[in-house]
C-alpha cells in the first residue's frame, strides 16, 4: 500500500458497471434469528427526495450513497447498482442500500439489516461491501453461508475535517486535465491493487478508464505533476453541501515526509470548505503514515468501518 494514501478507492474504482435489475421489490429468505421477514423495494427517481432527506440525517456516514445520487439519480448504470428501501409498517424509511456491485447500506435497524443481506444475495456481480464495522460483519451474517468468514476484508477509519490548516499554497497543485488521464489510471490502478489485490486496468480496463475520465470531466481530480511524473493526486468521490467524500490520495514516495502531502490536502480541504461542511475520508488502520498526515491536517477519527472484497 502506498504510505500516503487513503483507503484506496477499490469500491468507487474498479467495479464494472451493469443496468438496474426489472423487479420492482426483492423479498428477503425466511427470518433467522428470531427476526420477522421483510421486503426490500426497489427505488426509482421519484422516490429521490425522501431517500435524500433520510440519508441527510447522517451525511458523514452516507456521502457516498447521497453523492451517487445528486450525480446520477437513483435509477442509472453509473451506480453499479440499485437502491432499495425497506420501510416500517407505517411506511417511514428504515433503511436504504445500494446492492450491486457496489453494496452500502444505511439501516436503523437489525431486521433492515438482515433483509439487505438477504436480498443482496440475488443482487448479480457483488464485489464490494463498505459500511461502519459492526453493521458490515451483521451484515455478512445474513449474507454469508454457514459461517462463512470474508474471504478479504479491511479495516478502515473515517476521519473527518472542519477546518482546514492555514499554510503556503502549492502552486502547482491544479485541476486535472484529459491529458493526465493515462497518468491518473496508473497511480489509481497501483493503489487499487495494493489494497485488494485486484488490479482494474485487467478486469475492467475499459470500465475503469471511463470512470476515471468521467471523474476528470467533473472537474474532481486534483494533480501535481512534475514532468511525466504524479507526484501528487485526490479524489472528490462525493460531493453533497454537507460532505465532500476524498479518495485516492497519494503522494510520491520521493517526496513523503517533506510537507507536500500536508500542503495540497490542506489547500484542497480549504478550498473544499467554502462549499461543503466538511471533508471526509477512508484510511486502512495499518497505515500509520497515512493517519499522521490526515492528523497533521486537523482531520479527526469519527468511526471504524470495514470493507469486504468479493471474487
Not at 474498479?14 to 426489472?22: E, K, Q
Not at 495494493?194 to 471523474?215: H, M, T, Y
Not at 493526486?233 to 465532500?244: G, L, W, Y
Request: net charge neutral.
Amino acid at each position: 500500500m502506498n504510505a500516503n494514501s487513503a483507503r484506496q478507492a477499490y469500491s468507487v474504482e474498479n467495479l464494472a458497471t451493469r443496468s438496474a435489475p426489472g423487479a420492482t421489490t426483492l423479498v428477503a429468505s425466511p427470518p433467522l434469528g428470531g427476526l420477522n421477514s421483510t421486503t426490500a423495494q426497489l427505488l426509482s427517481n421519484e422516490h429521490e427526495q425522501e431517500v435524500l432527506a433520510f440519508l441527510g440525517q447522517r451525511p458523514t456516514h452516507t456521502v457516498m450513497m447521497a453523492g451517487f445520487i445528486r450525480d446520477n439519480g437513483l435509477e442509472s448504470r453509473l451506480n453499479r447498482g440499485s437502491f432499495y428501501a425497506c420501510r416500517s409498517k407505517k411506511g417511514k424509511l428504515e433503511g436504504v442500500a445500494l446492492l450491486g456491485e457496489i453494496t452500502t447500506f444505511e439501516a436503523r435497524t437489525e431486521t433492515t439489516v438482515a433483509t439487505f443481506a438477504r436480498c443482496a444475495r440475488t443482487a448479480p456481480k457483488v464485489s464490494v461491501i463498505i459500511g461502519e464495522q459492526a453493521k458490515v460483519r451483521s451484515f455478512w451474517r445474513y449474507y454469508a453461508e454457514d459461517g462463512e468468514a470474508p474471504p478479504v476484508d479491511c479495516v478502515e477509519l473515517l476521519f473527518e475535517l472542519r477546518e482546514a490548516p492555514i499554510c503556503d499554497d502549492v502552486q502547482e497543485l491544479r485541476i486535472a486535465s484529459a491529458d493526465d488521464l493515462n497518468l491518473v489510471m496508473a497511480i489509481h490502478a497501483d493503489m487499487a491493487y495494493a489494497e485488494s489485490g485486484i488490479n482494474p486496468l485487467e478486469v475492467d480496463p475499459l470500465g475503469f478508464r471511463e470512470r476515471c475520465a468521467r471523474r476528470i470531466e467533473q472537474r474532481r481530480v486534483w494533480v501535481v505533476t512534475h514532468g511525466d511524473e504524479l507526484v501528487f493526486k485526490a479524489d472528490i468521490i462525493s460531493e453533497t453541501p454537507e460532505v465532500t467524500y476524498l479518495e485516492g490520495i497519494h503522494v510520491s514516495p520521493g517526496l513523503r515526509g517533506q510537507g507536500q502531502g500536508f500542503r495540497c490536502l490542506s489547500q484542497i480541504a480549504r478550498t473544499l470548505l467554502k462549499r461543503t461542511k466538511c471533508v471526509s475520508l477512508l484510511v486502512n488502520q495499518k497505515n500509520r503514515e497515512a493517519q499522521n498526515l490526515y492528523r497533521k491536517c486537523n482531520f479527526q477519527l469519527r468511526g471504524r468501518y470495514e470493507t469486504i472484497f468479493l471474487p
